[in-house]
């Protein structure tokens, strides 16, 4: 009886000394009861970000650890009543085998400011949500989707992809990317001025503004204003096509 009074007080500061460790594997879920005009920031440093609308009435984060060193990750939840703060980090000086995966659901029809959905080595992906929204990643795709409000995209070696449904608000948009493609879909009462340019990619776009080629050398361009100009519209790539067209 005392060997396994021994051997179970052993087994219980083995156990105490790694859950540290276990906890930090573990996944993260969680809901947020954020009001309209609440702020949603998101900021992951390898993995997808995923953020969609449903029929609920809080945000619900779920957040899945992946890869041989999951164990080491640590999300920082920097919440408070207005927002939504949530980032990945990394042990320092250490080489990890590791990504998290971020899915995001909001409210469906509720209007929030979408401060930073953020990936370094990731896909960022939108899809039917509403209002002010910034989506960026390093190495990964920027695909945004049937969303309402002023939205702004870039990736530096991935393609970017937007449809606007329906445009609320004014301001200044900004569609980027180094050595992808950027194709934006818009209404086909656009209200903006608009400015595209790519140095060695195509040029599209069926709204009513001149296409101009440079005369010496690689590049192409178009400016015009639609409607008032109650916004400005900036599509660019160095070495990818871009295009601007009706839904």
Do not use: W
């Not at 996944?27 to 998101?42: M, N, Q, T, V």
């Not at 971020?102 to 953020?118: I, T």
Request: aromatic fraction near 6%.
């Amino acid at each position: 009886m005392k060997r396994k009074l021994e051997l179970l007080a052993l087994a219980t500061v083995i156990f105490a000394g790694y859950a540290p460790c276990m906890s930090g594997a573990e996944d993260f879920h969680k809901s947020y009861p954020l009001g309209a005009h609440g702020h949603i920031l998101i900021r992951n440093v390898s993995g997808d970000v995923k953020v969609s609308s449903y029929a609920g009435e809080t945000v619900v984060v779920d957040a899945y650890k992946v890869g041989r060193d999951r164990d080491l990750l640590r999300i920082e939840d920097q919440s408070n009543a207005d927002s939504i703060s949530l980032r990945v980090t990394y042990p320092e000086r250490s080489n990890c085998d590791a990504s998290v995966n971020f899915e995001v659901r909001v409210p469906q029809g509720v209007e929030y400011n979408f401060d930073r959905l953020a990936s370094v080595s990731g896909n960022v992906l939108i899809a039917s949500v509403r209002g002010r929204l910034k989506a960026e990643s390093v190495s990964g795709n920027v695909v945004v989707k049937d969303v309402s409000g002023m939205v702004n995209a870039s990736s530096v070696s991935g393609n970017v992809d937007v449809e606007i449904s329906r445009l609320e608000g004014t301001g200044e948009m900004k569609f980027s990317s180094v050595s992808g493609n950027v194709g934006v879909k818009a209404p086909s009462n656009l209200d903006a001025d608009i400015d595209m340019s790519t140095v060695s990619g195509s040029l599209k776009t069926d709204f009513q503004i001149e296409v101009q080629e440079r005369r010496y050398g690689p590049g192409r361009s178009a400016r015009g204003r639609l409607g008032s100009g109650s916004s400005n519209l900036r599509i660019t790539s160095v070495s990818g096509r871009v295009s601007l067209t009706h839904i």
